[in-house]
């Protein structure tokens, strides 16, 4: 069902994109309306499921993994086999992202591994038990995520937000209290210190520096508010773009991060050379934003193919860490 937002509203859900730990003092702040307004409403957006969670952008990189993405188009398969399939997928601690999908692909999802026989063992498994209902399948490795936040509830620009997972070499070692504060942190992003440190047995000022320690070396990107779309009206749209070549590569970023709709730009070894994720209210909006961008690079764009998701059933960015 599609809710009636007003702009106090959709500027709230902005700024918790951005940062979901932002206090919702200095919200009141940039609306120029008090803490209890401002509680209010996001008590009520979640109360509505537009907000669902809070939740971490952690670089795994950083601690030592990398992300392998599967596509799976099925055959012969029942709904139930389906569901069984997905939440076989879902259960796994690997898996840090999960979505059904229309069009090309029927699901996808990531995994993330320090050694490719981890993934193996886990694919062998699932090649086993459901080969006989995958038509086709795609494997790709994610080298670069970027993420710019959803400046279309104001359709304004994105003029320098941008955070990017992926294409980190070092590692950073992590002791006890900054596993368990991952842990926490990763699906509980506005959990306060204090109660985070009655959990870990330990003061809100160790707590505190493992947090600046985790920020400050990039383990941690930011805090981010889950937003279902769906109920604004909005649905996901993911665009694979093939090049001719990459002479304007650095415009194209730049176009594509400045563009309201768009949050993601994805590059992988192994797929397409650009992936580009967005929201829009309908296809034929969706369709503007992408002659829009084939018009802006005439020569560059060779050829483009696309996917509507349908639910996001996974989101975490902590893989398994013990």
């Known amino acids: 069902m599609k809710l009636k937002l007003d702009q106090f509203d959709k500027k709230i859900l902005l700024e918790l994109d951005k940062n979901a730990r932002i206090t919702t003092s200095k919200i009141g702040k940039k609306l120029n309306r008090s803490k209890q307004f401002v509680d209010y409403r996001i008590k009520k957006l979640e109360e509505n499921k537009i ?39 879902i259960k796994k601690e690997s898996v840090w992202w999960l979505v059904t999908l229309e069009g090309k692909w029927h699901i996808g999802y990531a995994v993330a ?40 509830l104001l359709n304004k620009k994105n003029t320098s937000y941008e955070t990017t997972i992926g294409a980190q070499i070092n590692t950073i070692p992590l002791d006890n209290i900054d596993k368990n504060l991952l842990k ?40 981010r508010a889950l937003i279902d779309v769906s109920h604004l009206g909005y649905k996901y749209y993911k665009a694979y773009l093939n090049f001719n070549n990459t002479n304007k ?61 349908r639910e996001e059933k996974k989101m975490t960015y902590l893989p398994n860490i013990d």
């Open 249 to 309: 590569l650095n415009q194209l970023h730049q176009y594509c991060k400045e563009h309201p709709n768009i949050l993601n730009l994805n590059r992988t070894i192994g797929g397409c050379d650009f992936e580009i994720e967005l929201q829009a209210k309908n296809f034929e909006e969706f369709d503007k934003i992408l002659k829009s961008i084939r018009t802006n690079f005439p020569n560059m764009i060779s050829n483009y193919d696309f996917v509507i998701a």
């Open 51 to 89: 907000i669902t969670k809070y939740i971490s952008v952690i670089d795994y990189t950083k601690l030592g993994f990398q992300s392998v993405r599967v596509y799976f188009n099925f055959q012969n398969i029942t709904p139930k086999q389906e569901e069984e399939l997905v939440e076989e997928l």
């Open 184 to 223: 926490i942190l990763s699906n509980n992003a506005k959990m306060p210190l204090l109660k985070i440190a009655n959990k870990l047995k330990t003061s809100p000022q160790v707590i505190k520096y493992h947090q600046k320690k985790l920020e400050k070396n990039k383990v941690i990107l930011g805090y």
């Open 113 to 152: 591994i320090k050694n490719i026989l981890e993934f193996y063992k886990d694919w062998d498994n699932i090649m086993k038990k459901y080969r006989q209902f995958i038509s086709k399948k795609e494997i790709v490795t994610y080298t670069h995520i970027k993420q710019f936040p959803k400046t279309y």
